[in-house]
């Protein structure tokens, strides 16, 4: 057993390296990033969620560093637009913290990332699901690699645009500044890295190249997540040092041995597996948030 000094609380260090290796294993297995899994496996050990929320910003940070230097080595991240997505992304983290340390002081802090993880869970879980057994049925065969994506999006038709010489891109910055605003809010709120949603968007909205896409993601994810961690220790103090060493030192282990099993098997059933047990999760927080506790108490009084 270990105390945490900011979550106040024992933890047993073999079952949180056993949490964090896991969540590891998973994101290496699936290649997903693991913050939006780290952070509701930390609540449902007993971790406060402002804790938890704060806290696996400093994993996702350290992950994220390994994941630049990678692709740096291999010239796949694109400054240019990993900056302007920065700057977005600088500014909803500043406002995702003012509004996580408001419902903080409210009391409603637990509340909210149990709704806004409840849907989030919901929606990705079901994606994956659905995705993976469409595969297995036969849904989903070499169709899609036929499918066209739009040459022309939003993002080449608004004004000021700007040249992207490593993406080959000259579009609009507007897209880019309001896409990581969205990301630094979410991850400030919610402790997630975002590259789930930002890899996407790139691909989709941006119309950026795939081989430099995951390489300025992380960067992104890199400056928002360290400048997160960086805010919530001076305005909630609630980055636990202790829990996030355990958080990074289980991470990169399993991250390294999913990422070895995961190459030997197939996405689809990966993708499906993962799904479901996201919609456990969400079944979770739903219960949680439904269903009164056995013993329900304030913190001043005693028993309602």
């Known amino acids: 057993m270990i105390y945490l000094p900011i979550a106040e609380m024992p933890v047993n260090v073999l079952l949180v390296l056993l949490v964090s290796g896991a969540v590891g294993f998973v994101s290496g297995l699936v290649g997903v990033g693991g913050g939006f899994i780290?952070?509701?496996?930390?609540?449902?050990l007993g971790v406060p969620a402002p804790v938890a929320v704060a806290t696996g910003a400093s994993q996702i940070a350290a992950t994220s560093f390994s994941g630049v230097l990678s692709q740096t080595r291999r010239k796949a991240v694109d400054w240019r637009m990993g900056m302007l997505l920065s700057i977005g992304g600088i500014v909803g983290s500043a406002t995702g913290v003012w509004l996580f340390e408001r419902l903080l002081r409210l009391g409603q802090l637990d509340l909210i990332i149990s709704i806004l993880y409840l849907f989030l869970?919901?929606?990705?879980?079901?994606?994956?699901?659905?995705?993976?057994?469409?595969?297995?049925?036969?849904?989903?065969?070499?169709?899609?690699?036929?499918?066209?994506?739009?040459?022309?999006?939003?993002a080449h038709t608004l004004p000021f645009r700007m040249r992207f010489p490593r993406s080959g891109l000259y579009i609009s910055v507007i897209p880019p500044l309001v896409l990581g605003?969205?990301?630094?809010?979410?991850?400030?709120?919610?402790?997630?890295?975002?590259?789930?949603?930002?890899i996407p968007?790139?691909?989709?909205?941006?119309?950026?190249?795939?081989?430099?896409?995951?390489?300025?993601?992380?960067?992104?994810?890199?400056?928002?997540?360290?400048?997160?961690?960086?805010?919530?220790?001076?305005?909630?103090?609630?980055?636990?040092?202790?829990?996030?060493?355990?958080?990074?030192?289980?991470?990169?282990?399993?991250?390294?041995?999913?990422?070895?099993?995961?190459?030997?098997?197939?996405s689809e059933h990966l993708r499906a597996l993962l799904g479901a047990l996201l919609l456990a999760a969400s079944l979770k927080f739903l219960l949680d948030i439904v269903v009164p506790p056995a013993e329900p108490f304030v913190l001043g009084g005693g028993l309602i």
Do not use: C
């Open 121 to 154: 869970l919901a929606a990705v879980g079901w994606l994956m699901l659905n995705e993976g057994l469409s595969v297995m049925r036969g849904r989903v065969g070499h169709s899609v690699t036929i499918l066209r994506r739009p040459a022309r999006t939003i």
């Open 38 to 44: 780290m952070t509701p496996a930390l609540m449902f």
């Open 181 to 198: 605003f969205g990301i630094g809010a979410l991850a400030a709120i919610m402790g997630i890295g975002g590259g789930f949603i930002l």
């Open 201 to 266: 968007a790139m691909i989709y909205l941006l119309r950026m190249p795939t081989n430099v896409v995951i390489g300025t993601s992380l960067f992104q994810v890199l400056i928002v997540a360290s400048l997160i961690v960086i805010m919530q220790a001076q305005a909630t103090q609630t980055v636990d040092l202790v829990l996030a060493a355990l958080l990074m030192l289980g991470g990169v282990i399993g991250a390294q041995l999913g990422s070895r099993l995961g190459a030997g098997l197939k």
